[in-house]
Structures are given as C-alpha cells and as structure tokens.
C-alpha cells in the first residue's frame, strides 16, 4: 500500500440499497474530518434494482495514486444480509478487518466474529422507522453510515450529518440525519 | 480563493468546461461520457451555463455542430467516448485541418464488439493522426485543470489546433475524488476570451475549405506539424503559469516521478500511470533504480524528453492499447524516437485491454521481469487461457 494511513472500505448491497451514494457520502464526510485523500467509486457491471452490488472507499490523509479496485480491504460494509449467502464478502478482508452489518442478530451470532471486529446494527430497521424510502424499498445508505464512526475513527458523526444536509433539501436532509443518528445509538460493536 | 469540491471525473469536466464560458456546447450522450454532457445541462438549468447547449442525433452532427461554431470566432465544447469518439472521425480531421480550437473530452472506452463499456486507449489512440493535440489524465485534478489549459492551449493563435483530453472510462469518468476548484475571476483572467485568427461573419462574407491545389494544401500540413512543434514549448510554459497562479502542477508533455538516479524508467498512460507510482514506491523500498514518466501528451509527443531520459536508463512501456499487427502505440512512439540516437533497451507491455483491472502489483510484477532480463521485447501481460 502507498500509505500507512490508508483506510479500504468495500460496501456490498443491492441495486437499489444506495451502496454508491453511501461510498460518496463516506469520503465526503472524510473529507471535512481532514483526510486530504480520498476516493469512492462503483463496480460498473450490470447494475440493476435487487442485484448484488458493490462500491468501493479509501481514506488517506494523503493523495491517493491508487486507481485499481480494492482487494484487500479494512472494512466491509453489508447492507444486505441475504448477500452473505451467495457472495464472499470477507474475501480478502484483512487480519484485522472490521465488518458492518445491517442485520437484527448480535455481533456474536456470526462466527467469523471471533476472528474479525464485527458490528450489527438493524438499518433497515432504522430506515422504515424515519420513513427512508424510495418507491416503498427501505434504503439502508444513510441509516447504516452513522454506525461507522463507531468502527472506524477517521470519520465523525457530525461530517457524515454535515455532508447529508448538504446533499438533500431540508425534511428529506433531517429524516437522514435522523437514521444517522438512531443508527449510532443502536450499533453493537463485538472487538 | 479555492474551493474543494469532491465528485466523479465527468462532473469535475463539467464544472471545469463551464467555468470556461463556452459559447457553444454540442453534444450526444454515450456511455461513459453521459453524465459529463448531463453535468452541462445541469449548469444551464441552474443558470451557471450562459452558452448554447445544441442537442444533436449524433456524435458526427456534435463535431460538425462545434466546428461550425468555432468557424465563427467562438469557443466551443463537447465530450464523447469509444464509437462515438469513432462516428466523429471524419469530422476530428476536418476540424484539425480548418484549424479550430475545438476542445473535447474523450472518455476512454473500449470499442466492441465485444460489447464492453470499460476502459482502454485504443478508441483515442486510433485518432492518432487527424492533427488535435492529445493529452491524457491520471486524476481528477488534472482533468480540472488540463480543460482550462487546453483552451489556452488550442486558442493560442500559434497553435490553432483543435484539443483532446483523454479520461479512463468509469475509473476516473465516474470515481469521485477531491478537486481544487479556483474562483471564476481567476480562471477568467488566467483564459481571456477566444481571439481567433479568422472567423466566419454573415457581414463580411468569406469563403473557406475551398479547394486548393497540391503545394498550397502540402503547406496546409506543414504548418500544421509546426503547430504540434510549437506546443512542445507552449503546454511547459502554460503549465508553469498554471502552477504560479495556482500551485498545482501535473508534469509538462511528460510528468517525472522519482526520477533521480536511476537505471530504469517506467513509461504509462492515463490511471496506470497514478498507479505506477505507488508501484515505483515499492519498487525503490526494495532497492531497485526506477523512476516513471507520465506521458500526458500522445501528441505532441514528447520525444525529446524521452531520447533524455534513454541515456541513463532502460525504458519499460506499458500500452493500455494495441495496433493490431504492430504492438502498442506508445511503445512504437519512443522506439521511434531513440532510433538512431540511444542504446537504451525498450521492454514493452501491453495491458488492460478490455478495462481488465491494472493493479501497482501487477506494474511491479511486469517492471521485475524486464530488469531480470526475462522480458522479451514485447509481451501481453497477465494473459490467461491462449
């Protein structure tokens, strides 16, 4: 890697779930919290609603040359619990990875708990609850985002909610801000 | 004072091309150019963009729209990718040869079939030789900053020349990183409005592009190469300027990466070539004596920098691009220009056709081979199954 201070985040969802804007709202909060460095970008295939997706953050508190896709990530994010049937999203997690999942279990219902920090959090939860919908699907970006100041101390609460208020009008903004929050107050964090 | 705006190639090329004040902006919408002209649309909503945004029904109509613009005196955009870039072709040359500062974005895309919307060089490359000016960026700074310099470039009345500015499809067209983006006042006084050497008046009628006979057309293309020639010494001068005003520098017709005392050089394109240098990284952690040269200008292309830097150091070619019959382009531009004149060894590789994934472990990978002397003169690397 170029830099001791790199951060490697791979979000995996469902077309559909907000896994892109999610990676972009993540390095713009990043961003304001002083990590000079900073990139998100998609895996471009054949994207469409309820497919498996993924996208892709790094943080650096310097300028990232990095232009090839991450395969060894810090942290992997889940939005869709189902996903973790049909895809490998600890492949290539580092030894001391961390793994975010929106899901109702506990972080010790998982077994890879003992080798990785895990931390659940029911976003989708979180999202019905602030009415966080578009075309009646729960979208999980937002609400999961406000659990990952709790995994990961590059970024705060305060930018992820700066850079939503930004983004969106003033009650679609708040009813975000909102899932943030909620969602930082329920996350479990097994180390 | 500089705001830092974060967002995906294509919207920083958006925001860059308006902050030029365009008068005209002739478009059609491919994938994976589509959300840069949508980024325009978008400006002009909001009022940001004063120009004309002219939809047309094609990438040939978008030129020839832009050409005719051009033609009278105003300054012109527009952006494109792969077939697109390739329905154009007659028109790149007529625009070049009329001598019109036209300047476009080209996302680099692949050309089908097979049908593939990810990244590779060949669709520009293949416009080698219709007289624009080619650069490619590596980030999504440089592509900020390259638009507002191609215009200085292509409008400065000793060049006249039409400007490309290559991007690698979704990489660095739809990945969003941080850009430095200076005041309109600034950039306004850094690129004054387009003063044209001729122009196309409904008051003072003239004729243009008739025929002309054999010498005549000859100096046509005389003048034309003196034209590249003088941008060998325009895009140093306007890339230090631009590095006075603003701080920012990418390189000249080549960017230089640690290259210092060394005995080989690393020669790539566009996203390989950012991330060549975290490979050169790891490469000197380990002791090994290799700097990299960016090659941001096909053309002109900088074969004079090259000859230099071939006479202290073997070089290693990376093409993310093929001739078919030849090998890679970049790769024949600097055998072409040491030929006669250096005794440098050239590896050559080519890689990443089809938008297949480049990583700085496989540029260390490709450089070990070639300094072990293993490497033949040219190889397609990471091939599998043939």
């Not at chain 1, 990530?73 to 999942?101: A, F, Q, T, Y």
Request: proline share 4%; glycine share 8%.
């Amino acid at each position: 890697m170029n830099s001791e201070d790199l951060v490697e985040i791979v979000f995996h969802g469902r077309g559909g779930q907000g896994a892109v804007t999610a990676a972009n709202l993540i390095v713009a909060a990043a961003l304001k919290d002083g990590n000079k460095g900073v990139q998100a970008f998609p895996f471009f295939g054949a994207e469409r609603r309820g497919a498996p997706v993924r996208a892709f953050a790094r943080i650096s508190h310097t300028e990232i040359h990095l232009r090839s896709e991450i395969y060894y990530p810090d942290i992997v994010i889940v939005l869709d619990e189902s996903l973790m049937d049909i895809v490998d999203v600890l492949k290539g997690l580092k030894k001391d990875g961390r793994v975010l999942i929106n899901t109702r279990k506990k972080p010790s219902d998982f077994d890879f708990s003992k080798k990785y920090k895990v931390a659940t959090v029911d976003a989708t939860g979180v999202a019905l609850k602030n009415e966080i919908l578009v075309g009646g699907i729960p979208v999980i970006n937002t609400p999961i985002l406000g659990a990952v100041p709790k995994i990961l101390n590059r970024v705060t609460l305060k930018s992820i909610q700066d850079t939503i208020r930004k983004k969106w009008n003033k009650d679609l903004a708040e009813r975000n801000v909102k899932a943030t929050k909620d969602a930082y107050d329920l996350v479990e964090v097994k180390s | 004072m500089n705001q830092v705006m974060i967002d995906t190639g294509n919207y920083i090329a958006a925001k860059a091309a308006v902050m030029c004040k365009p008068d005209v902006v002739a478009a059609y919408p491919i994938t994976p150019q589509t959300t840069l002209v949508e980024g325009i649309a978008n400006y002009q909503g909001k009022g940001e963009f004063k120009g004309e945004y002219i939809c047309v029904e094609s990438e040939h109509s978008a030129m020839a729209a832009c050409i005719g613009a051009s033609a009278t005196g105003v300054r012109t955009f527009t952006g494109t990718s792969s077939h697109g870039l390739l329905l154009m072709h007659e028109m790149l040359h007529w625009a070049a040869l009329a001598r019109l500062p036209v300047v476009m974005c080209n996302i680099n895309r692949v050309v089908g079939p097979g049908w593939n919307i990810w990244t590779d060089e060949n669709d520009s490359i293949s416009q080698r030789d219709t007289g624009w000016i080619q650069f490619y960026c590596s980030s999504n700074q440089e592509i900020f900053d390259t638009i507002i310099q191609a215009f200085k470039i292509g409008e400065h009345q000793k060049v006249s020349l039409p400007v490309m500015i290559s991007y690698n499809a979704f990489i660095l067209s739809h990945t969003s990183m941080p850009v430095y983006v200076p005041d309109q006042k600034e950039i306004d006084a850094f690129l004054p409005k387009r003063k044209p050497l001729w122009y196309l008046d409904p008051n003072n009628p003239i004729t243009f592009g008739n025929i002309i006979l054999p010498a005549e057309y000859e100096k046509v293309r005389f003048d034309m190469q003196k034209s590249q020639y003088y941008c060998k010494k325009l895009i140093p001068e306007i890339s230090k300027e631009w590095k006075e005003k603003f701080g920012r520098f990418h390189g000249d017709l080549l960017e230089y990466y640690k290259c210092e005392n060394v005995e080989y050089i690393l020669l790539s394109m566009g996203a390989i070539g950012a991330e060549s240098k975290v490979a050169i990284d790891n490469l000197r952690k380990q002791g090994l004596k290799i700097g990299l040269a960016r090659v941001r200008t096909f053309r002109p292309f900088p074969q004079e920098e090259i000859l230099k830097l071939s006479k202290n150091a073997d070089l290693i070619i990376i093409d993310r691009n093929i001739s078919p019959g030849m090998e890679g382009a970049v790769f024949s531009e600097i055998k072409a220009s040491l030929y006669g004149k250096s005794d440098a060894k050239v590896y050559g590789y080519i890689a990443g056709l089809g938008g297949k994934d480049v990583t700085f472990g496989d540029i260390e990978k490709m450089c070990k081979k070639a300094i072990d002397g293993k490497t033949k003169h040219l190889e397609w690397y990471g091939l599998e199954g043939v």
